[in-house]
């Protein structure tokens, strides 16, 4: 079975379009890019179908313009995969470094466990994983009690599940990674693999540093029900998991 994959990319990212074709070229892949969403190029005032309110509520900080775009590209992704009728696909962000295997493993994962909806390939962290199965290509998948696992650079999605993000993730409440493992707020079925599939390059973010992450933050005084709206995730993500 061959499984497209589904690339976003900047205009303005020229050299790292040009690397990952380069690579896709080489293990045969069939890649599709997808124009990506300048964050920088959209003014708050201009942002579409975004809660800032409860971005800020939920996440103690302000919404950078990076986060803004990564969220309406992923969404231009999807629709654009779920727009062909096919069944399956892989959506990459394109600092993300592709492995000879990868679509191999991604048809594996998926086929592994028949209710899911997106399979992650790839996250910063993963604490507490619960194992549900482990694919014909070896990789164990299941879910994690603790996050945000971080990270939605790689993941492959059933058509279904395409469907479930494009509604229940339409309005941007979190940023995209955080978004995309929080399942049992949207009933879609989200696991991850243990280990990673495929892993980001060395490049930078197109979003951000992390002194600009820290610099949007609150005061702590500022982000007490942020606190509470976290604890009550985080069980959420305890109950979720194991009930895997």
Same mark, same amino acid.
């Given at each position: 079975?061959?499984?497209?994959? $589904? !690339?976003?990319?900047?205009?303005?990212? %020229?050299?790292?379009?040009?690397?990952?074709? *380069? @690579?896709? &070229?080489?293990?045969?892949?069939?890649?599709?890019?997808?124009?990506?969403?300048?964050?920088?190029?959209?003014?708050?005032?201009?942002?579409?179908?975004?809660?800032?309110?409860?971005?800020?509520?939920?996440?103690?900080?302000?919404?950078?313009?990076?986060?803004?775009?990564?969220?309406?590209?992923?969404?231009?992704?999807?629709?654009?995969? $779920? !727009?062909?009728?096919?069944?399956?696909? %892989?959506?990459?962000?394109?600092?993300?470094? *592709? @492995?000879? &295997?990868?679509?191999?493993?991604?048809?594996?994962?998926?086929?592994?466990?028949?209710?899911?909806?997106?399979?992650?390939?790839?996250?910063?962290?993963?604490?507490?994983?619960?194992?549900?199965?482990?694919?014909?290509?070896?990789?164990?998948?299941?879910?994690?009690?603790?996050?945000?696992?971080?990270?939605?650079?790689?993941?492959?999605?059933?058509?279904?599940?395409?469907?479930?993000?494009?509604?229940?993730?339409?309005?941007?409440?979190?940023?995209? &990674?955080?978004?995309?493992?929080?399942?049992?707020?949207?009933?879609?079925?989200?696991?991850?693999?243990?280990?990673?599939?495929?892993?980001?390059?060395?490049?930078?973010?197109?979003?951000?540093?992390?002194?600009?992450?820290?610099?949007?933050?609150?005061?702590?005084?500022?982000?007490?029900?942020?606190?509470?709206?976290?604890?009550?995730?985080?069980?959420?993500?305890?109950?979720?998991?194991?009930?895997?």
């Amino acid at each position: 079975m061959s499984i497209r994959i $589904y !690339a976003i990319n900047l205009d303005r990212s %020229v050299d790292r379009w040009r690397s990952l074709s *380069l @690579s896709a &070229d080489a293990f045969g892949f069939d890649l599709v890019r997808i124009s990506g969403v300048d964050g920088a190029e959209t003014p708050p005032e201009e942002r579409v179908d975004c809660n800032s309110k409860k971005f800020k509520r939920n996440n103690g900080r302000s919404m950078l313009p990076g986060e803004y775009g990564c969220y309406r590209s992923h969404l231009g992704a999807l629709a654009a995969f $779920y !727009a062909t009728g096919e069944l399956t696909a %892989v959506i990459v962000e394109d600092d993300i470094k *592709l @492995s000879v &295997d990868l679509v191999v493993r991604a048809d594996a994962a998926i086929k592994a466990i028949p209710d899911a909806d997106v399979v992650k390939l790839c996250n910063h962290r993963v604490v507490g994983f619960k194992h549900v199965t482990t694919s014909e290509a070896g990789d164990e998948i299941g879910r994690a009690s603790h996050g945000p696992q971080g990270s939605a650079a790689c993941y492959v999605v059933t058509r279904k599940g395409a469907k479930r993000l494009l509604e229940g993730l339409n309005i941007m409440e979190y940023p995209w &990674d955080v978004a995309l493992e929080r399942g049992w707020a949207y009933d879609a079925q989200i696991y991850t693999t243990r280990y990673d599939v495929a892993a980001p390059g060395r490049d930078s973010t197109t979003i951000a540093t992390s002194s600009v992450y820290r610099s949007t933050k609150f005061p702590w005084w500022k982000r007490f029900r942020t606190y509470a709206i976290r604890i009550r995730e985080t069980i959420c993500r305890i109950g979720y998991a194991r009930n895997g």
